[in-house]
């Protein structure tokens, strides 16, 4: 099974900041990587798929990147809004598996 | 797209439960279709995996007790749930083949 690593596992930010969230896979899993935001009592929303493609009606702040076997989040100026746990997902082969999850809170 | 899950509930270990998924707003038939769990407060695990032509794949941890299944005339998911444990409590949400639109969940709560 092909492991996701994401870090860190929580992080304090304040508005305006720049935040980066990473996962690392352990084998290549060229672009089948998403990203999604999921807040308290609520399913999980796709932020970016493909590595690097934005999805509908995300704003323009998430972005997404890939080095290697290494995937990364940003989000460019962080908002009031954007606190919750954030799940990277690999869709490159079965089964599926997702990181641990990064729980992002506003300083 | 809207994915509308129901049949969750209470269950004693060792029993069964279904679960159904009903799909609208683009063509179920032409989609392949995930089940995903979420154990309360933990993250996310991928539950299994039905095609358009109906090819089927299990994480190995519900390979042999859970069968995915669909109808397409009913644009409805399923999923069985056979010889439930507690590990299996869980909110489970179906997702399109793209993992891009999940349903709201449904809790799968196993306790005697």
């Known amino acids: 099974d092909i492991q996701m690593t994401q870090s860190p596992a929580s992080l304090s930010a304040s508005l305006e900041e720049i935040v980066t969230i990473t996962c690392q896979a352990s084998q290549d899993i060229g672009n089948w990587l998403a990203w999604y935001q999921q807040k308290p009592g609520k399913s999980p929303q796709l932020l970016i798929y493909?590595?690097?493609s934005l999805a509908d009606g995300v704003p323009s702040r998430f972005s997404g990147s890939k080095s290697g076997t290494q995937y990364s989040l940003k989000i460019s100026r962080l908002q009031v809004e954007d606190p919750g746990i954030y799940y990277c997902l690999q869709g490159y082969s079965a089964p599926l598996t997702f990181g641990s999850g990064t729980k992002l809170e506003i300083k | 797209v809207q994915l509308v899950e129901s049949g969750g509930g209470l269950v004693q270990p060792g029993k069964s439960l279904k679960l159904s998924c009903s799909a609208s707003?683009?063509?179920?038939?032409?989609?392949?279709m995930h089940w995903i769990r979420q154990a309360p407060g933990k993250g996310l695990d991928w539950v299994a995996y039905?095609?358009?032509?109906?090819?089927?794949v299990y994480a190995d941890a519900v390979k042999g007790r859970f069968t995915i299944s669909r109808d397409n005339a009913k644009n409805t998911l399923y999923l069985q749930l056979n010889s439930l444990k507690s590990e299996d409590t869980a909110i489970y949400y179906c997702?399109?083949?793209?993992?891009?639109?999940w349903g709201q969940g449904v809790m799968v709560t196993v306790s005697s």
């Open positions: 039905i095609s358009s032509s109906s090819g089927t």
């Open positions: 493909g590595a690097t």
């Open positions: 997702a399109r083949k793209g993992v891009d639109y």
């Open positions: 707003g683009f063509t179920f038939s032409s989609y392949g």
